[in-house]
């Protein structure tokens, strides 16, 4: 099925350990996102990349990297796990003009 | 830069009861206007959107919302609430000319109860 797939779907991680967060669309869209969903703050940017080989900085940067690997990947990296790392991450995508996100079933990422 | 107030966290309702949803939102440029829905241990899924045009949108599932300029406001209602209907909603924003970068509220978690 066409849209967004996440993976992994679930993590646990040490305070310290680094892990990658993968994401990829098949819709040939060209910007891709990663927010992070905490209880009774939303979505927050994290990074996006509003096209291929270019990523920005969103609200909440600090912790996080990312690469656009290619038009249909775009991975999210954190160098050393926190606990305030502790969320649901989701990536989405948007064509260019109107049209709404599509996003990723999500990763639910502790860290301990 | 744009934000998204949705003004209840929580809505309690009983089934087959209306319901709205409130969001306002604050820009400085014109807007285009958004309704996410989410259901437990899910990714959002488009509800409705606003471009243009009409100020009364109709999306899926029986929910509409209506864009009122003047009050920076962007409500979802539903005429008669389903057990199904219980989820998190999310409103969000996004500036004409200012790129796809959305900016989205905190949620509103609706509980329909039988």
């Known amino acids: 099925n066409a849209g967004v797939t996440q993976t992994p779907k679930f993590q646990v991680l040490k305070t310290g350990q680094s892990m990658t967060l993968q994401c990829a669309q098949d819709?040939?869209?060209?910007?891709m996102y990663w927010y992070r969903q905490d209880p009774g703050m939303g979505l927050r940017l994290i990074y996006y990349?509003?096209?291929?080989?270019?990523?920005d900085k969103g609200e909440v940067p600090n912790g996080y990297n990312v690469s656009r690997l290619n038009k249909r990947e775009f991975s999210l990296r954190l160098e050393s796990a926190a606990p305030s790392q502790t969320s649901v991450y989701f990536c989405?995508?948007?064509?260019?003009?109107?049209?709404?996100?599509?996003f990723g079933s999500g990763t639910r990422l502790t860290v301990v | 830069a744009q934000s998204v107030t949705q003004l209840d966290s929580q809505v309690p309702v009983f089934e087959e009861a209306p319901v709205e949803l409130r969001c306002n939102y604050s820009?400085?440029?014109?807007?285009?206007l958004f309704w996410y829905v989410q259901y437990p241990n899910q990714g959002l899924q488009l509800l409705l959107k606003?471009?243009?045009?009409?100020?009364l949108v109709k999306g899926i599932n029986g929910f509409e919302a209506e864009f009122n300029k003047s009050q920076t406001s962007f409500h979802l209602r539903k005429p008669s609430v389903h057990i199904s209907d219980t989820a998190e909603y999310f409103c969000?924003?996004?500036?004409?000319?200012?790129?796809?970068?959305?900016?989205f509220g905190t949620g509103t978690s609706l509980t329909v109860i039988p």
């Open positions: 989405a995508s948007s064509a260019q003009g109107n049209y709404g996100y599509t």
């Open positions: 819709m040939n869209h060209n910007s």
């Open positions: 990349s509003a096209s291929e080989g270019t990523t």
């Open positions: 820009s400085s440029v014109s807007v285009y």
């Open positions: 606003y471009l243009s045009g009409s100020t």
């Open positions: 969000a924003v996004r500036g004409t000319n200012t790129g796809n970068q959305f900016y």
